[in-house]
Structures are given as structure tokens and as C-alpha cells.
């Protein structure tokens, strides 16, 4: 089984690839851009009209939105133990917290780097920015408060989540007037935890 992911440094693709190393899955990246001066290959379109990575490609299929190809991976691999299987007590917390990243602290980080997707005018984006400043430290504070005192996101048991709040803290930056990751130390804790992995090393080492 050989995966293709679409893929830009610096973006949501990162996070999969990780996934893809901790699986220990065969795959490509196909490098392309997230330039929006720059036009995206037809290819990529064809799959994700949005011209957004990730998309992953595997056999004759293709799928894009980065929670989507986490629970996904996750699931076709099982043996990597990623998450919890569909029974487990934990799999709705799981569940819970991938969809959050994606839809509320993604969307947060959206406000700012893409303000024009929610912004009408571009005199209304840097309102659309402020607030996306603002809505990332509401998010993260609610995930701190989540994780408490446990280990990992799901309390003792490491999985897919974990790489995905780490890659989410990537993105902070206080020069644009997003909170500072030490304002949450529960999340600040479990991002250090993740860097010491072997398959993060090799992603975001350079
Ligand atoms: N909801 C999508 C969002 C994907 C997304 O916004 N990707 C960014 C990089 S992190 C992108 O491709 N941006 C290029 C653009 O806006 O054209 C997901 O989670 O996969």
C-alpha cells in the first residue's frame, strides 16, 4: 500500500505525514502550493475543489480535510494503536477533540492567515483577524481545561490527537497577537511530550 499526500511545509499535511511515519506507511509527497497567487495543479483540484491540503490518495481513492484522513488512518491501521478502537470508553473523547481541532481551533487560526476567506471587504479583514486572535485563546483554554492533569488527551493513552494538537501549536505566533503557548501549560505540556518523537523529529526537524 503506497499513500500520495499533497503536501506544503508548514501546513495541516504535516500532521498526516506524521500519522504516515508513526504507521509506518509506505508514501509520496506530492509538493505543490499554498500561494494564493499561484494557481493549483488540475490534479489537486479534481480531488479538493477548495485547493486546500492535505489529500491523501490511496488504490483509486482520495479523500481530503485533515480530521477526516486522522480518523481514517487511524482506523485502517489499528495496529498502531492511534486511537481508541470503536467500543473503547475513550473513543468519544477521541472523536470530541479531533473535531474541535478541526472546526473550532482550525477555523481560530483560519481568521487570521486566511482572513479573507471570512472577511467581505479587504478593509474588513483585520477585524476578521483580531477576532480570530481572540477565538484562539477561547478555544485553547477550553483544551487546557480539557486535558487537566493527564498524561496525554486521552489520559495515559498516546494517540492521533496528541500529534494533532501539536501540530495546531506550530502555528502559534505572538508576533501576530495570538496568544503564547506557556498560557496553557497542559497543552504547552503535551506538545513538548510529542516533540521527543522520532517520527515528529524527522517532519519538523528541519
Ligand atoms: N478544513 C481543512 C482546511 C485545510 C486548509 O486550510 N489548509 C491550508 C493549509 S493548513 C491550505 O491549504 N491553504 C491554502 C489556501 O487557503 O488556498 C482541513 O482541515 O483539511
New binding site residues.
Given amino acids: 500500500m503506497i499513500y500520495k499526500l499533497y503536501y ?1 511545509d508548514g ?3 504535516m500532521g498526516i505525514r506524521v500519522l504516515l511515519e508513526e504507521i509506518g506507511a509506505s508514501y509520496e509527497l506530492i509538493q505543490t502550493t ?1 500561494d ?1 497567487r499561484k494557481p ?1 495543479p488540475a490534479e489537486q483540484l479534481k480531488l479538493n475543489p ?5 489529500v491523501l490518495l490511496w488504490d483509486d481513492s482520495a479523500m ?4 477526516a ?1 486522522t480518523i481514517f488512518l487511524c482506523d485502517r491501521h489499528s495496529g498502531a494503536n492511534l486511537a481508541p478502537a470503536v467500543n473503547a470508553p475513550e473513543r468519544s473523547l477521541f472523536l470530541q477533540t479531533i473535531v474541535y481541532f ?1 472546526s473550532s481551533i ?1 477555523t481560530a487560526f ?1 481568521l487570521d492567515y ?1 482572513a479573507h ?1 471570512f472577511a467581505n471587504t479587504p478593509e474588513d479583514e483585520p477585524s476578521a483577524q483580531r477576532r480570530g486572535c481572540r477565538r484562539l485563546r477561547e478555544t485553547w483554554q477550553v483544551i487546557d481545561d480539557q486535558i487537566g492533569d493527564n498524561q496525554w488527551i486521552l489520559g495515559h493513552q498516546f494517540s492521533a490527537a496528541d500529534i494533532y494538537l501539536f501540530m495546531l501549536t506550530t502555528w502559534l505566533e505572538t508576533s501576530r497577537g495570538h496568544p503564547e503557548i506557556h498560557e496553557f501549560p497542559n497543552v504547552q505540556r503535551i506538545a513538548k511530550a510529542v516533540m521527543l518523537r522520532q517520527s515528529v523529529q524527522l517532519v519538523y526537524g528541519n
Fill in positions: 506544503v501546513t495541516a499535511s499554498t494564493r493549483r477548495n485547493g486546500w491540503v492535505p481530503y480535510e485533515c480530521a484522513i478541526s482550525q483560519q486566511h476567506r
